[in-house]
Antibody
Framework: QVQLQESGPGLVEPSETLSLTCTVS????????WNWIRQPAGRGLEWIGR???????SYNPSLKSRVTLSLDTSKSQFSLKLTSVTAADTAVYYC?????????????WGQGTLVTVSS | QSVLTQPPSVSGAPGQRVTISCIGS?????????VHWYQQLPGTAPRLLIY???NRPSGVPDRFSGSKSGTSASLAITGLQAEDEADYYC???????????FGGGTKLTVL
């Protein structure tokens, strides 16, 4: 059973860069697609983007100009960087796994980490 | 405003049946892209409930079922239980946006 765990600062100042890491255990990081999804308090889910086992990426067009995803297979981790953050980026951020045959099916999720953008 | 439209809330008494709709368009559900459903209990991460329109992962009770027709999909829950009280989200892929999309979510209240 693959498990995912998000980590990173819980507080980021406006205009700075939000950086999160998701650590994968219980399975190979090279045999799935890896996603980031966020959820502002009391609101719905928003897909941020996906990193493929090859390291190539796909992003939500609404966030594409500010997002970078990357994969570190040696550490079984993948990462999210979101630049120029504002209060609107305050949310719980989840990492999620999708299988190779269903890249939009989020089978496993991390517990989520709350990131607050505030000075 | 979400690309997939869900009712904000539904409710039902224990033992009853409820359905949650998910209305899309020809660039997502209508284009035959898979619809998945997630259950989010209060304070927890979403959990995959239905995948590929109608399939249940192991461990999901058969009280939960999914269907799809045209540009919409539905989640049905029979024999409502108090533990079913949660938020439910539909999800698919949109070819115009070129990415995964979610519905706005539906809060299920068990009366």
């Amino acid at each position: 059973q693959v498990q995912l765990q998000e980590s990173g600062p819980g507080l980021v100042e406006p205009s700075e860069t939000l950086s999160l890491t998701c650590t994968v255990s219980g399975g190979s990081i090279t045999t799935s697609y890896w996603n980031w999804i966020r959820q502002p308090a009391g609101r719905g889910l928003e897909w941020i983007g996906r990193v493929y086992p090859s390291g190539s990426t796909s992003y939500n067009p609404s966030l594409k100009s500010r997002v970078t995803l990357s994969l570190d297979t040696s550490k079984s981790q993948f990462s999210l960087k979101l630049t120029s953050v504002t209060a609107a980026d305050t949310a719980v951020y989840y990492c999620a796994r999708a299988p190779l045959d269903k890249l939009h099916k989020f089978e496993s999720w991390g517990q989520g980490t709350l990131v607050t953008v505030s000075s | 405003q979400s690309v997939l439209t869900q009712p904000p809330s539904v409710s039902g008494a224990p033992g009853q049946r409820v359905t949650i709709s998910c209305i899309g368009s020809n660039s997502n559900i209508g284009a035959a892209y898979d619809v998945h459903w997630y259950q989010q209990l209060p304070g927890t991460a979403p959990r995959l409930l239905i995948y590929g329109d109608t399939n249940r992962p192991s461990g999901v009770p058969d009280r939960f079922s999914g269907s799809k027709s045209g540009t919409s999909a539905s989640l049905a829950i029979t024999g409502l239980q108090a533990e079913d009280e949660a938020d439910y989200y539909c999800q698919s892929y949109d070819s115009s946006l070129r990415g995964s999309i979610f519905g706005g979510g539906t809060k299920l209240t068990v009366l």
